[in-house]
């Protein structure tokens, strides 16, 4: 079946169960719409008998105005007096009564009507993810300090483990991996098995392998040349060596630190050093060839060892942290409140559990929709296959046999590997084989509206040879993209692979590391002549128009790396070279300037005896008074206190007495108004808003401002203090 086909099956085949495939940019979300307005003005269904839902709010919204404008123009469309016409303006007139939300609001509306049979509060409130997560962190410090008295193997071990500064934001310390893991398992606590724990001789694995590590570190240490890439890449050994010797002078053998080091080293990077160096003597007595076997056997060792306690460790942690995930439970019961999981865990059970429920729902709602179908998790396909099974009898959702023409999908299974909230390719291939056993039809949307084609025979190229559909590495299938569009009536490149100056390291080998600390400076620098000099041109609204700042966006794998904010050095290129930008998602937000200046700000309003805080206030861009100043007014006054303002202020110094003031006046007031109001009462006193946007990233210096004062207030509105 062709692109043109599988969308004429999608409008035209409304007694059919389908799943379409489809990449971004092919009309996939459209073509959905379209087939709920088919349906209405067939009158297969009316909009209370709808369930269409998507896995955003934003999402949600989207697809109830795009529906009522597809509503409006094929009513239009229809003769005046026509049946189908009157079914579509019905359908417009009661459009509130469709079941268009997230599939999590869907299942919050199922278990309000069924509280009893569902076992849940009859009047429960839904948890935010930042509620869930405060109400998290509270029960995990809790966990955490009942611990402390008596650590078990599973927490000590993870103590010992140190930080490489790679994790999740938060997750850098120990402790806060630990919380990190609680978190994770609260997520899947669904799956309740205990992990398989194989036997593991942890000490004695330790013990011998610390033997091989002091011996090659002792035989590595009589190497004749200092600068030979084999010594030196055994440096790391040596070291190790000597801190445990030294170590173990004074206290026993430290088995859980010793596991910790191990694995750390396994991680050492100067250790697998392919470089040989030259010679065969490597020095008194030992040959190179020796020294380099053991090396390689210790590295496969290392990482052997590392794996195995690695998953040791994880299910002796899993045991061990089900006492948060149980404290948690009994916060939110307290509460009367469900989180997100919640929703779908009581919606789940409520449906395999209870057949009336399943006749019930099965038969009000004759037609489910479900937008981006690849964010789908193992409990969400559950319940929209139960809700689209021909029998309710059937519990297992496996053997459901979906109503034909009832159920309806789409989604990206490429955008699976991005696991959003518990999905994966494993999942999608499931369901999708399950419904396509189940009579349902398999369709795919092939044409690309969004790019243009030469693009597409790049991004062809690159991913039909990698996305194979392999089922053991859980790989999807690569649909080639097919032209909407002729090729534009350019000469510029669609293409382009930017080089860089200094890709080479030592050795004159490339290096990511050498690409990676040139790459932004060349970046700023090609985005500077793309939108000043290029002469290139991009299709905006029908016609051709010159690249600008607003048609350029820098796309980044992570945001840091090892602890270092990587896209910190892209933003100092473009602030160097004066290109208006907006920096979203990077780590360095409460590093800059404006937002320190603002933190400094609040924190002189709740505490003004704190005297650092207000100094930096006055000095800092919102009121930028001279240290001169400042200092006088220190001399005279003995005091930097906002309350503590003579009248008059002393002479020459008014200024600072006004700052001062003003800073009084916003402190009484602060607990009268939210952080939010405050933060834009303090911006426009001081003029502040106005003098950002005149600095050289004037507007991202805004946006983060203005972004500041949006935290706060959905900060203060989710109930935090």
């Not at 509503?71 to 016409?85: I, T, Y």
Request: proline share 5%; net charge negative; hydrophobic share 40%.
């Amino acid at each position: 079946m062709n692109d043109l086909e599988a969308r004429q099956a999608i409008r035209g085949s409304l007694d059919e169960t389908l799943v379409v495939e489809a990449a971004a940019g092919t009309g996939k979300t459209t073509e959905l719409v379209r087939r709920l307005v088919a349906v209405l003005a067939s009158g297969r269904g009316r909009v209370e008998g709808l369930v269409a839902v998507t896995f955003t709010e934003k999402a949600a919204g989207e697809l109830k105005l795009r529906l009522r404008a597809a509503l409006e123009d094929a009513r239009h469309e229809q003769p005046a007096g026509s049946l189908e016409r009157l079914r579509l303006e019905d359908a417009l007139s009661r459009l509130e009564e469709a079941r268009l939300s997230t599939l999590h609001g869907f299942c919050g509306d199922l278990l309000r009507e069924r509280p009893v049979e569902a076992g849940v509060d009859p009047l429960f409130s839904v948890l935010t993810e930042d509620e869930s997560e405060r109400l998290f962190d509270a029960a995990f410090r809790t966990f955490f300090e009942d611990q402390l008295a008596d650590l078990p193997e599973g927490l000590r071990r993870a103590l010992c483990r140190r930080s490489r500064g790679m994790g999740a934001e938060g997750e850098e310390s120990p402790v806060g991996r630990l919380r990190y893991a609680a978190y994770q398992l609260a997520g899947w606590r669904d799956l309740s098995a205990p992990y398989l724990r194989k036997p593991f001789p942890r000490e004695e694995t330790i013990d011998a392998l610390v033997e091989s590590v002091l011996s090659l570190a002792d035989d590595s240490a009589r190497g004749a040349d200092l600068k030979d890439p084999l010594f030196l890449s055994t440096a790391r050994l040596r070291r190790f060596a000597a801190d445990l010797r030294k170590a173990e002078r004074d206290r026993p053998r430290d088995h859980d630190g010793l596991e910790a080091a191990l694995v750390e080293l396994s991680h050492e990077r100067d250790l697998k050093d392919k470089r040989k160096g030259r010679g065969t003597n490597y020095g008194d007595g030992l040959t190179r060839e020796e020294i380099r076997t053991r090396r390689d056997a210790l590295v496969e060792s290392l990482g052997t060892f590392q794996k195995i306690a690695d998953a040791d460790l994880a299910a002796c942690l899993k045991n061990e942290l089900e006492g948060c995930l149980t404290l948690y439970e009994k916060s939110k019961a307290a509460r009367g409140a469900l989180d997100f999981l919640d929703l779908l865990l009581s919606a789940r059970d409520l449906l395999r559990r209870d057949e009336s429920v399943r006749r019930d729902f099965g038969g009000r709602f004759t037609h489910v929709f479900v937008d981006e179908f690849q964010d789908t998790d193992p409990l969400q396909a559950e319940i929209l296959l139960l809700l689209a099974s021909d029998d309710p009898a059937v519990s297992d959702f496996r053997a459901v046999r979906p109503v034909p023409g009832k159920l309806f999908v789409v989604g990206d299974p490429k955008q699976a590997i991005y696991r959003f909230r518990r999905a994966d390719p494993g999942t999608y291939r499931e369901v999708k084989e399950l419904l396509a056993a189940r009579g349902a039809r398999v369709v795919a949307l092939t044409t690309s509206f969004r790019s243009v084609p030469s693009l597409q025979r790049v991004i062809n190229a690159a991913f039909a040879p990698l996305m194979t559909g392999d089922v053991e590495a859980d790989q999807p299938d690569y649909l080639a993209l097919a032209p909407a569009r002729a090729e534009p009536a350019t000469s510029q490149p669609s293409v382009i692979a930017l080089p860089v100056p200094k890709p080479f390291g030592w050795g004159e080998q490339v290096r990511p590391k050498a690409i990676d600390e040139c790459l932004p400076d060349v970046t700023g620098a090609f985005v500077k002549w793309l939108v000043e000099s290029s002469g290139f041109t991009v299709e905006e609204n029908g016609s051709r128009v010159p690249v600008a700042p607003r048609h350029v966006c820098l796309l980044f794998r992570r945001y840091t790396s090892f602890g270092r904010d990587v896209t910190r050095p892209s933003v100092e290129a473009l602030e160097a070279r004066g290109v208006p930008h907006v920096l979203v998602g990077g780590r360095s937000y409460h590093a800059r300037e404006e937002i320190l200046a603002l933190r400094n700000a609040l924190t002189a309003l709740e505490w003004p005896d704190d005297e650092l805080a207000v100094y930096a206030t006055l000095k800092g861009p919102l009121f930028a008074l001279a240290d001169e100043d400042l200092f006088l007014w220190k001399e005279a006054v003995r005091r930097l206190h906002p309350v503590r303002v003579p009248n008059p202020a002393p002479e020459g110094l008014e200024e600072v007495g006004k700052a001062l003031g003003l800073l009084a006046a916003l402190s009484r007031e602060r607990n009268a108004r939210p952080v939010s109001e405050t933060i834009a009462r303090l911006l426009a006193e001081t003029r502040a808003h106005a003098g950002l946007i005149f600095l050289p990233a004037g507007e991202q210096a805004l946006a983060n401002v203005l972004h500041l004062a949006e935290l706060a207030r959905q900060y203060e509105a989710s109930g935090g203090l």
